[in-house]
């Protein structure tokens, strides 16, 4: 079975698209990022948290604004709070080496 992983920032710009592509090659996962704010690349949206199967966000505040605005939709999906501020650039090497550090442990084991 694959994991539907869904990686949630503000402006999906910089840390969950570096999170979905630092974890695209995981076996047994799927990637989709977005964002929860009003001008995010690729908005946070029905469809996509129906496709995942784990949400996880940056920061309490993408939390506070899924559950706010998706209620009837997240229903009793598991959300996960990495606690990574908005201080790095796509693919910046600490926030690679943060989100190495952070994430695995939600995410199946490795063979």
Not at 28 to 41: L, W, Y
Not at 96 to 108: D, G, I, M, N, W
């Amino acid at each position: 079975m694959t994991l539907h992983v869904l990686f949630v920032c503000t402006q999906n710009r910089l840390r969950s698209p570096t999170a979905e592509q630092v974890f695209a090659d995981w076996p047994g996962v799927e990637t989709a990022s977005a964002g929860v704010g009003n001008d995010a690349d690729v908005p946070v949206g029905n469809e996509l948290l129906a496709w995942a199967d784990l949400v996880i966000v940056m920061e309490q505040a993408h939390r506070k604004k899924l559950s706010a605005r998706f209620r009837s939709v997240l229903g009793d999906k598991r959300i996960v709070c990495l606690g990574i501020p908005d201080y790095y650039g796509f693919m910046a090497p600490e926030l690679v080496e943060l989100l190495k550090a952070r994430v695995p442990q939600f995410l199946p084991d490795q063979l």
